[in-house]
């Protein structure tokens, strides 16, 4: 079965999935594969649940006239994400970065759906298989569309850009994230910069965050450029933190305009910024887009300010890297707060670069005073400098449970692998 021929049935049945788990009656099920599993052998079950048709790349499985075998089942699914992508005339914006990827694409969706019916990433389904998924969502009644991408080597974002075809694009940044994947900063670089590639040959548009120098010669012949930052761009601002939450004073012609947010941390600043260049730059105006900034609160562990008890919590503990760890640390050291207390997890991916990276954020601790300190991880093992560690966060946890804290400012902060919310649900209040 060709391409066009599978889109002439997604048509008819617009739904698709990948897991059996989720299936929903009249969807077209993928039968994907990976290293310890193969998707294949749940055809069967994804027709008695009610798909309409399944896809697979292994003829065994094949049952019914409703079992399609194509060659390779994940290659497919781009394809077909890639068709049903050309089927539109819109602004489609691709964003990636090693920090506040989600968060960017979050604001700028919430500015943009002002005026224009918008589709965005869902959570952060920004990797090989969540990036057509995004695309095959996307309805006939599209305005805009919004793609965030994930990458931990080098050529991935290269490879969405061919399924996405993005108009715009937004680096945040080029951080020390996934360092093992693409083999140092300039591997960071390198990678990430694979969208300003993509957009430099089809004469797209980039939004720029001019305070960043290397996005600079990054950039380099990429003629539609929309700059952002707190100086010598074309929409600028500045960072004011009311208490430990930020606001941005936009200029605005002669005028400012102040913006709150319910953003933790002087480090979102860009991540507002270009929501407020793309909102310019799409035509809405600036009450609109400050109304849709103050209404966009975070969730899923990213930049949130809870309250437990007495304890007062910033938990920012989906992703961390050295460059957004050290962010969240001296944000929150400058903050306004009383007795404050860090709850600190491993961070992943760091490769040869582990030990390093992890003496370092242990040196930036010490250079200030808390009121107690909490390591987890075994990155942090022979590093604990006087400081309170733990294995795992279910250790922790446990002994948060034992000794309650009270009338704390607490910052959770680790990557996802070190579950720092569940030293957060120990708690109580």
Known sequence: MTIPELYELYRRHPLVQTDTRKLQHGCIYFALSGANFNGNMFAQE???????????????????DRCIVVPDTLETLQQLAHHHRRQFDIPFIAITGSNGKTTT???????????????????????????????????????????EMGANHQKEIASYCLIAAPTHGIITNCGKAHIEGFGGIEGVRKGKGELY????????????????????PMAHDITSQVTYGSSNAAHTGTAVMNDVFLQVKVQTGHSETLLDTHLVGAYNFPNVMVAVAAGVHFGIEIEKIKAAVANYNPDNSRSQWLQKGSNKIILDAYN??????????????????????????????????????????????????????????????????????????????????????????????????????????????
């Open 46 to 64: 994804a027709l008695d649940k009610g798909a309409a048709y399944v896809v697979i790349d292994d003829a065994a499985y094949a049952t019914n």
């Open 105 to 147: 694409k979050e604001l700028v969706a919430a500015v943009l759906s002002r005026r224009f019916i918008t589709y965005a990433t869902e959570g952060n389904l920004n990797n090989h298989i969540g990036v057509p998924l995004t695309i095959l969502k996307i309805k006939d009644d599209a305005q805009m569309a919004i793609i």
């Open 197 to 216: 590639d993509y957009l430099r040959e089809h004469a797209g548009t980039i939004f720029r965050n001019t305070d960043l120098d290397y996005l600079l």
């Open 320 to 429: 961390a890297n050295p460059t957004s760890m050290r962010a969240a640390i001296l944000n929150f050291a400058e903050a306004a707060l009383q007795n404050k207390v860090l709850w600190i997890g491993g961070m992943k991916e760091m490769g040869s670069e582990e030990r390093n990276e992890h003496s370092e954020l242990v040196a930036l601790i010490g250079q200030y005073k808390w009121k107690n300190v909490i390591l987890v991880g075994k990155e942090f093992i022979g590093l604990q400098n006087g400081y309170t560690w733990f294995e795992n966060s279910a250790e922790a946890a446990e002994y948060i449970k034992a000794n309650p804290p009270q009338h704390n400012s607490i910052l959770v902060k680790g990557s996802r692998g070190s579950k720092m919310e569940v030293m957060v649900g120990a708690i109580e209040g």
